[in-house]
């Protein structure tokens, strides 16, 4: 099922890590794309929620200030759930097109190796360690 099939070789790992064989790299986009249709599906239901949510965001007048507030509050927590999905999925994506470009394990910032246990643990990661820790510190 791997979207490159044959590319499995091509896949960098860092010093002391096994190649990727090709069935870790079908297994690994079996993953990525279950995950595209769960986020999607996710994506979906969060989108619809919060339609409603807005729908009715004008209704009760006589709402007090609490009720008022509580609203806004659901409608906030709402936006950021369909925001992080839609993340979640767009991340999903680019990694299934970085496997079927053969540039997947390859970090964003300094073109080495992500690492394979790296990818295996967070299949969506675009750096390496000591990059990412170098983003997180800024």
């Not at 044959?6 to 870790?24: C, L």
């Not at 990059?131 to 997180?136: L, N, S």
């Amino acid at each position: 099922m791997s979207d490159a099939p044959g590319t499995a070789a091509a896949f960098p790992v860092r010093d002391g890590e096994d190649p990727w064989s090709p069935a870790e790299v079908d297994a690994l986009t079996c993953h990525l794309h279950a995950e595209v249709a769960r986020l999607t599906a996710e994506l979906h239901s969060a989108d619809a929620d919060l339609t409603e949510l807005l729908r009715h965001s004008g209704d009760g007048a006589g709402d007090d200030q609490a009720d008022s507030g509580s609203s806004a509050v659901e409608r906030e927590q709402e936006l950021t759930l369909v925001n992080n999905t839609r993340d979640l999925l767009e991340q999903s994506e680019r990694a299934l097109e970085r496997i079927a470009a053969g540039t997947y394990g390859v970090c964003d910032a300094c073109a080495s190796a992500i690492g394979k246990a790296r990818l295996q643990a967070f299949p969506r990661a675009l750096a390496c360690v000591e990059c990412k820790q170098r983003e997180e510190r800024r």
